[in-house]
């Protein structure tokens, strides 16, 4: 078995492997932000060329190794282990919603398939979006659009 530890991230004793694709993860391919409910979090390829993985199984794509023994845990919420959500590297995340709860001392196999639309440009518009408008700098997801859209036409009555 190789080893697949990583350095990198010694100063780290959240992620104790990870890999994708066989080869040992680079530092830059994590970011952290704070969440209300969960605290500290970490990004996987957020805004970096998207990684991806055209093979099957349980050996590929992204394999991580965390510790949650000494995890300090949120007084804001009750579970015990990890949310882990899968997103697109643009879009904010959202552990609330979509988020996958890992209890600590299992091996947990999550397989996807991703989809994207792609909308026309303006002229075209869609109920939510004013894409001729729209300056952000990361991606709406259809739960996020939806819910400025109730907001914009609630404070527009």
Same mark, same amino acid.
């Given at each position: 078995m190789k080893d697949r530890s990583i350095n990198e991230?010694? /100063?780290? =004793? !959240?992620?104790? /492997? &990870?890999? !994708?694709n066989g080869k040992i993860c680079s530092k830059e391919y994590f970011s952290n932000f704070s969440n209300l409910r969960y605290g500290k979090c970490v990004t996987f390829n957020k805004k970096t060329d998207v990684l991806r993985s055209s093979e099957t199984g349980i050996e590929n794509g992204l394999i991580l190794s965390l510790n949650l023994e000494g995890f300090a845990?949120? /007084? +804001?919420? %009750? =579970? #015990?282990?990890? +949310? #882990? =959500?899968?997103?697109d590297p643009v879009a904010i995340p959202t552990p609330e919603e979509k988020g996958y709860i890992i209890p600590p001392g299992y091996e947990t196999t999550i397989s996807l398939k991703q989809t994207i !639309?792609? %909308? #026309?440009? *303006?002229?075209?518009? @869609?109920? &939510? *979006? @004013?894409?001729? *408008? %729209? +300056?952000?700098e990361f991606t709406r997801s259809k739960g996020e659009c939806i819910r400025n859209c109730v907001q914009m036409r609630t404070f527009d009555q």
């Open positions: 991230f010694k /100063e780290s =004793t !959240f992620i104790k /492997e &990870c890999t !994708f845990y949120m /007084e +804001s919420t %009750r =579970t #015990l282990g990890v +949310s #882990l =959500t899968i997103h !639309f792609k %909308r #026309l440009p *303006a002229p075209y518009k @869609d109920q &939510c *979006a @004013d894409y001729k *408008a %729209r +300056s952000e």
